[in-house]
């Protein structure tokens, strides 16, 4: 966890890279290695200037940054994080759709809904406006429903969750959680009770799937099954 000297040792490699006249080039895991450094040196611009490079190798290295901060379970890499993103807007363009989106699940695992349901919007928006909505992933609409879910915005949070199935019938975490949703309130039983076993007929042994059916099944007061 010496970052300083790491940083003097991967500038040191990529000064031999970009010097070697044979070269083609620093790879994407080298300057995604030196962001991380970077980061953990909290040298936010500095990082974000790294992940740029890397990002323009690798699309999927800025996803691959998200997924390593999430495994920190720190506060500060998280507040970082959010600072490295928000610097990339401008510098990245092409990848706007995506900071936008990391930045609100960065802001959702703080729990801090409101923001994140702002950002998700403006995804939204932003991609009708372009002319862009089709090409929004299931799990765009995922996200942006559970945070609507967890403001207690239900109506809105089911149009998402049911534009994820749309999108991606074999979605088994979408059945679940609208499942988990209508059983928590105690409406829409029967059809609950089908989204359920929709996700569990792709997940039979998970464990939270089989925690929400027993769930359902309560509400139906059929206690044995349960």
């Known amino acids: 966890k010496d970052y300083p000297q790491a940083m003097r040792y991967f500038g040191k ?13 620093p790879a994407a895991s080298l300057l995604f290695n030196y962001s991380l450094a970077a980061h953990h040196a909290r040298l936010y611009e500095e990082a974000a200037d790294l992940l740029r490079k890397t990002a323009l190798l690798d699309p999927a290295s800025l996803n691959a940054y998200l997924q390593y901060v999430f495994q920190q379970d720190e506060d500060v890499q998280t507040i970082t994080a959010q600072k ?13 759709e995506a900071i936008l989106t990391n930045l609100a699940l960065l802001f959702s695992y703080q729990q801090n809904f409101e923001k994140a349901i702002r950002l998700f919007n403006q995804v939204e928006r932003e991609a009708t406006d372009s002319g862009k909505l089709g090409q929004l992933t299931d799990q765009f609409y ?7 879910e967890r403001m207690g915005n239900i109506t809105e949070a089911e149009r998402l ?3 994820t199935i749309e999108l991606n019938p074999e979605h088994a975490a979408a059945y679940n959680y609208m499942a988990y949703m209508w059983a928590e309130k105690g409406t829409n039983l029967k059809q609950a009770e089908a989204y359920i076993l929709q996700a569990l007929r792709h997940e039979p042994d998970n464990a939270a799937f089989l925690d929400t059916h027993g769930w359902v099944l309560f509400m139906k007061k059929d206690y044995a099954g349960a």
């Open 13 to 25: 490699t990529l000064q031999r890279v970009e010097n070697d006249p044979d070269s083609t080039g």
């Open 84 to 96: 490295v993103f928000a610097t990339l807007l401008d510098p990245l363009p092409e990848q706007r």
């Open 142 to 148: 995922y996200w942006y429903g559970s945070a609507q």
């Open 161 to 163: 969750l049911k534009k």
